[in-house]
């Protein structure tokens, strides 16, 4: 798809998404009714008010509000006031639940409900665009309630506009999980009919199509059958017990392997589609200034979605970057124009392959146990672990001696140092600096400049990109057990995007690769790396219940080291991290909603 001329969602829909109203029993906002009358009065208010449904979405790049992207354990930056920091933190609960989506989503979903049931009432508005007006509503209400399940489990299923005055005896009551999933694929399904295969204009670029529904719907199977919503994969649920007030099941504690053929059969789906509509994994870009990664498997990694022509993101977020988003924490400290604050964690750096396409603790030509000692590499000294690893750790991962693409004056890269008395070290500054002695690369354009405040290379960052749908179908496939054979071979597609063997070359001088249980490992790690800093381990973890990690204290370098020999020796972190069992698998509701409503019950452990 691409991405030139972006037009950014109306004004409008942002004020008027505020000014919408929603069910007492979730405490939204006041009912709409005074202004909606004048929703569809003419075509321009009517697509006004189509922009506003759309306002609900979670920004994917919100680094300091957001609830994904900053909170697991892959980046650590020294703003730990902000309300994102609390989340690895476990300074979370259902009073005080920091950041929460419940009532920002079931307006949206009002929203929603409100053009379907409104927009053939528009003078002048053609047949045609009521219809497809109808069905991005009805893709955003699948949307949003997937979004719910990925916070909350199983949620209240809205399916009307219900009355805002409803007595409080026939408030609603959470729904099963696998109600809720049928629901969604339900209504994904209807709407894709009457979406767009792509958008019919640059100005559209965001809009929902056939191919972002079909796209959505597998993500939404393959959580749905993960261990922690499937019977814990056939082990143990945390959910044997969760049940509404009159007994009802919430989340099924029995396992169902026919659930990972569905999600199986959806990615394939969606994939197709995506194939037949010109999507590709992004290869061969046609960038050939200085400042760009000299290999050429690094520069298109670089540029996979950064690049406005990529052909790979399916589905994007069009709202621009703000300043201090991830370009400006990720860039090399320069003062009044970079926070050299985003910093990967010793955890993360440890996940990326060597050369040979294999774990860096499997691979028979690697130094495993050396890996902490020191050599001079192409621009300096740095540790071992910095050598000898693949493309995608050269092209995201920024460390001691390295070289950083980015221009800076007449300066098109920098070699970046993180010693305490170092350009890129903490010095004595108490804010923009490397937590951990390494620096974040990824969506950061190697042709941004930054010499000042500001961003100036914007580019729609993925909510959905090809290589996800790959491993989406490689994961389920594995799991269902039925065809080892196709799932290496998508896997192998992004393996061979990022320049390192495929799966049978890189683990045939180990032993191989052909059970179920070496090939799970592998498509979790490849997703590991290569969905590394889009908004996926905070979620990837916890589907698959072995999200424990989180609780322990990130580990980096000695960043106040002055020495190489201080500097380079691994240190933990001083910032606390928390994850309670099962508690911290899902988010809470509000308990402001819990107390309105008598019949809603908690997730479990709050």
Known sequence: MKFKNIIVLMVVALVMGTNTGCKKYLDVVPDERPSEKDIFRDVLAAEGFLYSCYAAIPS?????????????????????????????????????PVISYWNSLYKGI?????????????????????????????????????????????????NSIADVNMPAKDFPVRN????????????????????????????????????????????????????????????????????????????????????????????????????????VLYKNSTYTASSLPSNPVEKDLRFTFVDKNTNEVIWASTIPEDTYSIQYLSGPFVSNA?????????????????????????????????????????????????????????????????????????????????????????QNRSTDYSTTGYLNKKGVHPLITQTTLGVNQQYPFPFIRLAELYLDYAEALIEYGSDLSLAKTYIDKVRSRAGIPGVDAAWAPIGGASDQGTLRSIVRQE????????????????????????GLKVKGMNIQGATDAEFFRVTELVFPRSFRVPANYLMPIPQTEINKNEALVQNPGY
């Open 60 to 96: 994917p790049r919100n680094t300091s509000g957001g609830i994904d992207l900053m909170t697991s354990d892959e980046i650590a930056t020294p703003f730990e006031h902000e309300a994102a920091s609390q989340f690895p933190r476990g300074n979370y609960s259902a009073s005080s």
């Open 110 to 158: 009002r929203q929603c409900y409100i053009l379907i049931n409104g927009v053939d009432a528009t003078p002048g508005l053609d047949e045609a665009t009521k219809i497809r007006y109808k069905a991005e509503a009805k893709f955003l209400i699948g949307y949003y309630h997937s979004l719910l399940m990925k916070l909350y489990g199983p949620v209240i299923i809205e």
């Open 176 to 279: 099963s999980y696998d109600e809720c999933v049928d629901f969604v694929v339900s209504i994904l399904d209807e709407a894709a009919k009457d979406l767009p295969v792509a958008p019919v204009a640059t100005s559209e670029i965001g809009r929902a199509t056939s191919v972002i529904a079909k796209a959505v719907k597998a993500r939404l199977l393959l959580y749905a059958a993960s261990p922690l919503f499937n019977g814990g994969g056939g082990a143990m649920s945390f959910y044997t017990n969760f049940k509404n007030l009159d007994g009802k099941q919430l989340i099924s504690p029995t396992f169902n392997k026919e659930k990972w053929k569905r999600a199986a059969d959806a990615a394939k789906e969606a994939i197709d589609a995506a194939e037949s509509n010109g999507f």
């Open 338 to 426: 970079a926070g050299g604050a985003a910093a990967p964690s010793l955890a993360i750096v440890e996940q990326f392959y060597t050369k040979n396409g294999l774990p860096i603790d499997k691979d028979p030509a690697y130094n495993y146990t050396g890996r902490y000692g020191t050599s001079t590499g192409p621009n300096g000294v740095t540790m071992n672990l910095n050598l000898d690893r693949e493309p995608r750790f050269n092209a995201w991962i920024a460390y001691h001696n390295s070289k950083y693409e980015i221009i800076r004056g007449t300066t098109k890269e920098t070699v970046v140092k993180f010693r305490k008395n170092d350009a890129n070290g903490i």
């Open 527 to 550: 997703r590991t790396i290569e969905l590394y800093f889009e908004g996926h381990r905070f979620w990837d973890l916890r589907r698959w219940m072995v999200a424990e990690p989180f």
